[in-house]
């Protein structure tokens, strides 16, 4: 089983910043990408930001400029730092993995964690 542990949400003013940590631990072979999701209320669950083992980076155009993702190989970890806040950015942030898992059988899978609230104040 692997676990993602996320932290770093809370409140803010908007124009502020905050950072994002997630740690991926369990029988991971290896970590294909690890990404950021967000789900606002009574919105449906987006894509943020996601970064693939080879450092390639993907935004959505409502993050770009303002969000930056970055990885920590040795220790399974994933950054999403925001600058620029806004009250839009408001929502549950949720971590996504996707790793190859298994010491004598390998193979592909996908875990989410818990979610992390971010809310930020106009």
């Known amino acids: 089983q692997v676990q993602l542990a996320e932290s770093g949400g809370g409140v803010v003013q908007a124009g502020g910043s905050l950072r994002l940590s997630c740690a991926a631990s369990?029988?991971?072979?290896?970590?294909?990408?690890m990404g950021w999701y967000r789900q606002a209320p009574g919105k449906q669950r987006e894509l943020v930001a996601s970064?693939?083992?080879?450092?390639?980076?993907n935004y959505a155009d409502s993050a770009q400029g303002r969000f930056t993702i970055s990885r920590d190989n040795a220790r399974n970890t994933v950054y999403l730092q925001m600058n620029s806040l806004k009250a839009e950015d408001t929502a549950v942030y949720y971590c996504?993995?996707?790793?190859?898992?298994?010491?004598?059988?390998?193979?592909?899978?996908?875990?989410w964690g818990q979610g992390t609230q971010v809310t930020v104040s106009s």
């Open positions: 970064i693939t083992s080879g450092g390639t980076t």
């Open positions: 996504n993995a996707q790793v190859v898992v298994g010491t004598f059988i390998r193979y592909k899978s996908e875990y």
């Open positions: 369990g029988s991971i072979f290896s970590i294909n990408a």
